[in-house]
């Protein structure tokens, strides 16, 4: 394993190539959590993810021949990004096998850093494959996503910096493959024994936590969940000894509660985060976690989203909160009636966020029109406004869940 110079080493080897990301304490979740609330905000990193750090480290442990021959590794995310980034910095040919439908986006980052991307595969596990066999015939290095050493040691540095800068009594991290917790928890640890390590992952793909309850590397239940940058099957062989040696605890929150993290995170820090990254705060309102009058720092692993998915978060958080509401009209068609609805809302103080007509309907009587709301409300107490000022005008209508 490790030892607490190689987090040394690594953190020499990064110095004045990334950024020292800083820790910022928030004001709204101490209070809301009666705790000591910090975040590491590792979505200021360099591609916008900690992943940097790892590939940093481990390009500069390979031989001249290595570097030479070049790298490759494969990924539909952050460490595509960060692979490419390292590659470009050191010079260091680097090719990235992505599964054929990845976004646009995620290919077009990948080039910008410099990287070379091949299209292979329906899955990131076929892209894997396919590039540990394309590494051979090609003689390239195989940059492993977390379940190497060097790749570990560059994600320590994280926990370095954490110990160093505020020495909390609880580091929370999220868990996909188990790199970044599994550096975070050696460094932390070796600083101060009696800081508690707590990995979150999304109970759609729970494998860290099923493999340390059953003492062997198990994979997850599923991988439907929005946080795909924790969606690994299996975590690794190597990572899977270090969170059983040095971290405390294994919790799972649900896809529900990381988007409405995520739009906490953005609403009230104005930071924008990816799903995998808001695990932590997630698992402060699952109420999984005891944090009462101690000092936590939340690591906010990375700032990559889709912004289609983005849309939809805000959308859903601010129907769960009843900031937004839907409204379903079917009315004679007759000249001069929306404006009557339009009025109502406007008079309610409300704001119409979507409308929509639809004639077509098959439900809709002929000579009869649908018309949905979708009204932007300022909070819950609201509603029964809203509602009476539609409630005057005498028309039928339905809310839609």
Same mark, same amino acid.
């Given at each position: 394993?490790? /030892?607490?110079?190689?987090?040394?080493?690594a953190?020499?080897? %990064?110095?004045?190539k990334?950024?020292r990301t800083?820790?910022?304490?928030?004001?709204?979740?101490?209070?809301?959590?009666?705790?000591?609330?910090? +975040?590491?905000m590792?979505t200021?990193?360099?591609?916008?993810?900690?992943?940097t750090?790892?590939?940093?480290v481990?390009f @500069?442990?390979?031989?001249d021949?290595?570097?030479?021959?070049?790298?490759?590794?494969a990924?539909?995310g952050?460490?595509a990004?960060?692979?490419?980034y390292?590659?470009?910095?050191?010079?260091i040919? @680097?090719?990235?096998?992505?599964?054929?439908?990845?976004? $646009?986006?995620?290919?077009?980052a990948?080039?910008?850093?410099?990287?070379?991307?091949?299209?292979?595969?329906?899955s990131y596990?076929?892209?894997?494959?396919?590039?540990?066999? &394309?590494?051979?015939?090609e003689?390239r290095?195989?940059?492993?996503?977390?379940?190497?050493?060097?790749? *570990?040691?560059?994600?320590?540095?994280?926990?370095?910096? *954490?110990?160093?800068?505020i020495?909390?009594?609880?580091?929370?991290?999220p868990?996909?493959?188990?790199?970044?917790?599994s550096?975070?928890?050696?460094?932390?640890k070796?600083?101060?024994k009696?800081?508690? %390590?707590?990995?979150?992952?999304?109970?759609?793909a729970?494998?860290?936590?099923l493999?340390? #309850?059953?003492?062997?590397?198990? /994979?997850?239940?599923?991988?439907?969940?929005?946080?795909?940058?924790?969606?690994?099957?299996y975590?690794?062989?190597?990572?899977?000894?270090?969170?059983?040696?040095?971290?405390?605890?294994i919790?799972?929150?649900?896809?529900?509660?990381?988007?409405y993290a &995520?739009?906490?995170i &953005?609403?009230?820090?104005?930071?924008l985060?990816? $799903?995998?990254?808001?695990?932590?705060?997630a698992?402060?309102m699952?109420?999984?976690?005891?944090?009462?009058?101690k000092?936590?720092?939340i690591?906010?692993?990375?700032?990559?989203?889709? +912004?289609?998915? !983005?849309?939809?978060?805000?959308?859903?958080?601010?129907?769960?909160?009843?900031?937004l509401?839907?409204?379903?009209?079917?009315? $004679?068609?007759? $000249?001069?009636?929306?404006?009557? *609805?339009?009025?109502?809302?406007?008079? @309610?103080? @409300?704001?119409?966020?979507?409308?929509?007509?639809?004639?077509?309907?098959?439900?809709?009587?002929?000579?009869? #029109?649908? !018309? !949905?709301?979708?009204?932007?409300?300022?909070?819950?107490?609201?509603?029964?406004?809203? !509602?009476?000022?539609?409630?005057? &005008?005498?028309?039928?209508?339905n %809310?839609?869940?």
């Amino acid at each position: 394993m490790l /030892s607490f110079n190689d987090v040394l080493e690594a953190e020499n080897t %990064i110095k004045g190539k990334l950024h020292r990301t800083p820790i910022f304490h928030s004001e709204t979740f101490s209070d809301m959590f009666n705790a000591d609330v910090y +975040f590491k905000m590792e979505t200021f990193q360099k591609t916008g993810s900690f992943k940097t750090r790892g590939a940093f480290v481990k390009f @500069a442990s390979l031989t001249d021949e290595e570097k030479r021959n070049g790298v490759i590794t494969a990924s539909a995310g952050n460490h595509a990004q960060g692979v490419a980034y390292a590659g470009q910095y050191y010079n260091i040919d @680097a090719k990235i096998v992505m599964p054929e439908a990845t976004t $646009p986006a995620k290919i077009n980052a990948v080039e910008d850093y410099g990287g070379h991307v091949v299209l292979f595969g329906n899955s990131y596990d076929e892209a894997h494959d396919y590039a540990i066999k &394309l590494g051979i015939e090609e003689k390239r290095t195989f940059i492993e996503a977390y379940n190497d050493e060097m790749v *570990i040691a560059g994600q320590s540095t994280i926990g370095k910096e *954490i110990m160093d800068d505020i020495n909390p009594d609880i580091i929370i991290a999220p868990i996909g493959g188990g790199g970044l917790i599994s550096g975070i928890a050696f460094a932390a640890k070796n600083i101060n024994k009696n800081v508690e %390590i707590i990995g979150v992952e999304s109970e759609k793909a729970n494998s860290m936590e099923l493999s340390i #309850q059953e003492n062997r590397i198990v /994979s997850y239940t599923s991988n439907d969940t929005i946080a795909d940058g924790i969606a690994v099957k299996y975590p690794g062989d190597i990572t899977f000894k270090y969170v059983k040696k040095y971290v405390d605890k294994i919790v799972t929150v649900s896809d529900e509660n990381i988007a409405y993290a &995520l739009f906490k995170i &953005l609403e009230r820090e104005k930071v924008l985060v990816e $799903p995998s990254a808001a695990t932590g705060l997630a698992a402060l309102m699952e109420n999984k976690l005891d944090v009462k009058k101690k000092k936590i720092v939340i690591v906010l692993s990375g700032g990559n989203i889709n +912004f289609l998915l !983005l849309s939809n978060i805000i959308y859903k958080s601010l129907e769960r909160e009843d900031k937004l509401i839907r409204i379903q009209f079917k009315l $004679p068609d007759h $000249p001069g009636i929306m404006v009557k *609805i339009v009025n109502a809302i406007a008079r @309610a103080g @409300a704001n119409i966020y979507h409308a929509e007509v639809d004639n077509l309907k098959k439900d809709t009587p002929i000579g009869y #029109q649908n !018309l !949905l709301f979708t009204i932007n409300i300022v909070d819950k107490n609201r509603i029964n406004d809203l !509602l009476d000022s539609i409630n005057k &005008l005498g028309y039928r209508y339905n %809310i839609i869940d």
